[in-house]
């Protein structure tokens, strides 16, 4: 059992779509964090969230603490976001981070 | 500024020797992660250091793994006796203080076993 789901696996867009990634978790959190990692390279952090809505740029982060769900949103997509988006969550019942199997993101110009 | 640092950046290793991955976190890091990440697999977790506390290790998947962090700052991840499904690419982040901070991380160290 995974304590952490994302949905989906892999996702292709055209340039411009609006594009959303979901994540469901089954545990008690402290906070949750979308990574970004792309093909050969390192991971980077793009949110970290504990309630409500964060924006940076074109990508917005949501997460409802009562449905265990966030989502990754991000507008007008280019090619350069194309990635591995991976949700992650702090346990709040001890010292444990839990990862999501990762959205193959590909945007096609 | 500087950000997280590891080293090697590869390392090729016979099955059945010791080795042992540095990190140097971010200064004025407090809380600082390990992790590993298996070929086409996902993240795993590993362990997690706060402060001058003593670490949590039950991520860590055998007791051929030992980690430490001298003076609240290096940390070294050894491995004993290497095996093949150790090979992976292990990952240090480090961030401000605990579990509700950004994490930022290293590039990692690609092990490979052989």
């Known amino acids: 059992k995974n304590e952490v789901e994302q949905s989906p696996q892999n996702l292709t867009a055209q340039e411009g779509e609006f594009i959303t990634i979901n994540c469901s978790y089954s545990?008690?959190?402290?906070?949750l964090h979308w990574l970004q990692q792309h093909p050969g390279g390192g991971i980077v952090s793009l949110f970290m969230?504990?309630?409500g809505k964060k924006k940076h740029g074109r990508l917005i982060a949501t997460i409802n603490i009562q449905e265990k769900h966030s989502s990754l949103h991000i507008t007008a997509s280019h090619p350069r976001d194309s990635a591995v988006y991976i949700c992650?969550?702090?346990?709040?019942?001890?010292?444990?981070?839990?990862f999501g199997t990762g959205t193959s993101l590909t945007v096609i110009p | 500024g500087a950000g997280v640092s590891q080293s090697p950046s590869n390392k090729v290793t016979e099955k059945g020797k010791d080795v042992e991955l540095r990190c140097d976190p971010i200064?004025?890091?407090?809380?600082l992660y390990w992790y590993r990440q298996s070929l086409g697999q996902g993240l795993e977790f590993l362990i997690y250091?706060?402060?001058?506390?003593?670490?949590?290790k039950s991520g860590l998947p055998s007791d051929r793994f030992s980690a430490e962090r001298t003076g609240g700052s290096v940390s070294t991840l050894t491995i004993q006796r290497t095996q093949q499904e150790d090979s992976a690419v292990y990952l240090c982040?480090?961030?401000?203080?605990?579990?509700?901070?950004?994490?930022?991380f290293g590039p990692g160290t690609r092990l490979t076993v052989t």
């Open positions: 982040a480090s961030s401000l203080s605990g579990d509700s901070y950004e994490q930022y």
């Open positions: 545990v008690g959190i402290s906070a």
């Open positions: 969230l504990s309630s």
């Open positions: 992650a969550v702090w346990s709040n019942t001890g010292n444990q981070f839990y």
């Open positions: 200064s004025g890091h407090t809380a």
């Open positions: 250091f706060q402060g001058n506390s003593a670490p949590d």
